[in-house]
T-cell receptor
Framework: TQLLEQSPQFLSIQEGENLTVYCNSS?????LQWYRQEPGEGPVLLVTVVTGGEVKKLKRLTFQFGDARKDSSLHITAAQPGDTGLYLC????????????FGSGTRLSIRP | EPEVTQTPSHQVTQMGQEVILRCVPISNHLYFYWYRQILGQKVEFLVSFYNNEISEKSEIFDDQFSVERPDGSNFTLKIRSTKLEDSAMYFCASSVVGELFFGEGSRLTVL
């Protein structure tokens, strides 16, 4: 079974603080995606990382793909209440390119 | 901006009834997916569809489930005989090369 574990499951921090969310697997990904989901809506793609060691920035969000392509992290700088939501990583495995599997999710709450 | 549309937004059905959930993917996309999300739980892969056939399916996608692309635009998920545990949000997604664009979802409630 291909599993993607995310940590932490829940995170509640004060506005202005920094945070990091992790996504790990024992399998190697061909690429990894990060999505954000608001209540009652479908996930929305934030970024795709493809190359081991790759770092991508999206305003205050920094995404990193591990050198071994088994893990990824999302770092948010100076979190704002608008960052509140469910953050999901999703992996595309070499063995099943059209089977995109989601992690368990990190529910982030930013307090004003 | 192109988007994936799903109907109905909410369906309530009795256990044992057949349900069809409909999706209109983004027009130039080639890959189509169904996912489900039980309330408060993770987004679970059900099936992917490419070139008019199933590419991958999960262990959840048993004989009670089927997918079709009947007219070149709609993409449907049929559940033949619903169970209580089928109650969930069902999301359709489409992609060109693996980056998923999701619809707003169809909430299925089985009584």
């Amino acid at each position: 079974t291909q599993l993607l574990e995310q940590s932490p499951q829940f995170l509640s921090i004060q506005e202005g603080e920094n945070l990091t969310v992790y996504c790990n697997s024992s399998s190697v990904f061909s690429s990894l995606q990060w999505y954000r989901q608001e209540p009652g809506e479908g996930p929305v793609l934030l970024v795709t990382v493809v190359t081991g060691g790759e770092v991508k920035k999206l305003k205050r969000l920094t995404f990193q793909f591990g050198d071994a392509r088994k893990d990824s992290s999302l770092h948010i700088t100076a979190a704002q209440p608008g960052d509140t939501g469910l953050y999901l990583c999703a992996g595309v495995f070499y063995s099943s390119a059209s089977k995109i599997i989601f992690g368990s999710g990190t529910r982030l709450s930013i307090r004003p | 901006e192109p988007e994936v549309t799903q109907t109905p937004s909410h369906q309530v059905t009795q256990m044992g009834q057949e349900v069809i959930l409909r999706c209109v993917p983004i027009s130039n996309h080639l890959y189509f997916y169904w996912y489900r999300q039980i309330l408060g739980q993770k987004v679970e892969f059900l099936v992917s569809f490419y070139n008019n056939e199933i590419s991958e399916k999960s262990e959840i996608f048993d004989d009670q489930f089927s997918v079709e692309r009947p007219d070149g635009s709609n993409f449907t998920l049929k559940i033949r005989s619903t169970k209580l545990e089928d109650s969930a949000m069902y999301f359709c997604a489409s992609s060109v090369v693996g980056e998923l664009f999701f619809g707003e979802g169809s909430r299925l409630t089985v009584l």
